[in-house]
């Protein structure tokens, strides 16, 4: 076990030290390696976190319309667009704060966070503190909790792909087609997608890349006075993170990483994509005996097959005539994969489905249909999970591909299949430059990450935390055995919260590889 030094509270005794560039490692080298020196790229990011250390961040309370109370205190951090040319045009980033609610002496720094996507904003992150919540009261005393919006997220600089209201409009097309006319229409409806990215997304789209948004956590991290980098990432952020601790391997004090995604450069992104699809189905199983198990709750049948005949009458319905004109297949897929996702939400989801099933269809078109109050938010989270997954690696550009791919899982695995393939088609025919993935990998430097993974995760599959386990070396993993809730370290499991708060407070980590039970189930809601 590796120990890190406890960082003073004074972050302008760290300025002088931070200005360094950033240590050549194998993600910022030239295509050339070691020989021919560290990248424009890295060589930028020096000089960007030179004068975000010099200019700090001028911390005032919240705009009103943000939605975020005192003691959260926001500010802005100012980055380059393009790293290789760190004078020119930059861009603002929307970063908050609350203060950490130790004494001075327990003070360990910032701790910074990203909630996924890519397209997830993490300003909500200090709420964790305001609205006390129990899981991290002592990691509240030893760190700021820290969020921010990544480049091209809501308030830095968002990026737009399609008119927001005509994002959300609904119903849409049903995801499963027909037949080729159908496989047609979804094939034309990603292009002119991926061409509006183009159209509206101006001078930023072909920057939108993860390292580019690890970069930005590097400058974060100066102008925030801290001289290594603590962080929480979840989902996608856990890709975000293993890549700032490629690139970064000296800058970073405490990492733990939660529902990992696998970080193979052969998976980014269309083999995760495909990966997921499998995944999704045996959660939505899990959800289905679920029902079957309260069918005197929710009488939607006793066993799971009978549950599945009635999710496919539900479909069937719903594309014949839409619930309430709206609420097609489509926006059914929509509200439904959230039973994969976390199972805090099985007994929102079953009780409005029980409920359409015995005659009142409000629950569910209430839960299910468009929501134009935030459809400019859910537009531009969708816009930049695009444009970072378009623009990290190279996609097939092949239909025939796609459809032979796709064609065959959902024979198997058709809860997410045909949904997840035309959210992502986009990439096929995308304008922008696509990068190589990085290799992420430890290298000299680096302390020891922690790595969480439940063994059901459908959005991100349980491989994935082991693959990113082989390839940091003297990383730790704790796996959540027989669960599936995307996003571990929020849920209630001692096992698990007692170990993370260890590691951030203490250091503290077990010195081997930790399995935990689940965290307990959902129970029907009371009536």
């Known amino acids: 076990m590796r120990r890190i030094a406890v960082l003073g509270a004074t972050g302008a005794l760290l300025a002088g030290t931070i200005a360094a560039a950033p240590v050549a490692t194998a993600g910022d080298l030239t295509p050339g390696g070691a020989a ?8 930028g990011v020096g000089v960007a976190a030179a004068r975000a250390a010099k200019a700090g961040v001028h911390w005032t309370d919240c705009p009103t319309a943000w939605g975020l109370k005192s003691p959260v205190q926001c500010g802005y951090v100012t980055v380059p667009i393009d790293y290789a040319h760190p004078d020119g045009p930059s861009i603002r980033l929307a970063v908050d704060r609350v203060r950490s609610t130790g004494t001075p002496a327990q003070r360990q720094g910032s701790l910074v966070y990203n909630p996924g996507g890519p397209g997830g904003s993490g300003m909500k992150f200090p709420t964790r503190v305001t609205t006390k919540n129990p899981l991290w009261t002592k990691i509240a005393q030893a760190y700021d909790f820290v969020g921010f919006d990544p480049r091209g997220v809501g308030r830095s600089a968002p990026i737009s792909c399609e008119d927001p209201r005509e994002f959300a409009k609904a119903p849409k097309a049903d995801p499963v087609p027909a037949d080729a006319a ?81 970080p193979d450069p052969k998976d980014i992104w269309y083999q995760n994509n495909l990966s997921q699809d499998v995944a999704f189905e045996g959660r939505w199983k899990d959800f289905e005996n679920w029902v079957a198990r309260y069918d005197s709750v929710y009488h939607l049948g006793g066993t799971r097959a009978k549950v599945q005949q009635q999710w496919l009458r539900l479909r069937v319905t719903a594309k014949r005539q839409p619930i309430g004109g709206v609420v097609g ?18 007994p929102i989801i079953a009780d409005a489905w029980g409920k359409y099933v015995a005659g009142d269809a409000r629950p569910l078109v209430k839960a299910a249909g468009p929501d134009y109050t935030n459809a400019a938010a859910a537009e531009n989270s969708n816009a930049v999970y695009t444009a970072v997954e378009c623009n990290d690696a190279h996609w097939p550009t092949s239909w025939r591909r796609w459809d032979r791919d796709n064609t065959a899982l959902n024979a198997k695995y058709p809860f997410m299949t045909w949904s997840n393939a035309w959210m992502n088609l986009p990439c096929a025919t995308w304008t922008q430059p696509q990068h190589t993935p990085v290799d992420v990998r430890s ?15 459908a959005a991100t599959p349980y491989s994935g935390g082991v693959e990113l386990h082989r390839r940091l070396a003297g990383s730790e993993m704790i796996t959540e055995r027989g669960a599936g809730s995307h996003g571990v370290t929020g849920l209630v499991n001692p096992c698990i919260n007692d170990r993370v708060t260890a590691y951030f407070v203490d250091g503290r980590l077990d010195g081997h590889d930790v399995t935990c039970g689940p965290h307990a189930g959902p129970v029907p809601n009371a009536k």
């Not at 021919?36 to 060589?43: D, H, L, Y």
């Not at 990215?197 to 974060?220: E, F, H, K, W």
């Not at 489509?330 to 994969?340: H, K, T, Y």
């Open 36 to 43: 021919q020196g560290v990248s424009a790229e890295a060589r």
């Open 182 to 262: 159908d496989k047609l229409a979804q094939r034309k409806l990603a292009k002119e997608y991926a061409d509006g990215c183009a159209q509206r997304s101006g001078a930023l789209l072909r920057y939108m890349t993860t390292p580019n948004t690890a970069r930005d956590m590097d400058v974060i991290r100066a102008a925030l006075g801290d001289r290594k980098l603590n962080y929480l990432g979840v989902s996608y952020g856990t890709y975000l993170g293993a890549v700032y601790a490629t690139l970064f391997p000296t800058h970073v004090r405490r990492l733990l990483v939660d529902s990992v995604v696998n």
């Open 329 to 346: 297949p489509a926006e059914l897929i929509s509200f439904f994969q959230n039973a994969p996702y976390y199972d805090q939400y099985w």
């Open 443 to 457: 290298h000299q430097g680096l302390p020891s990450v922690l790595i969480v993974q439940s063994t059901r995760d």
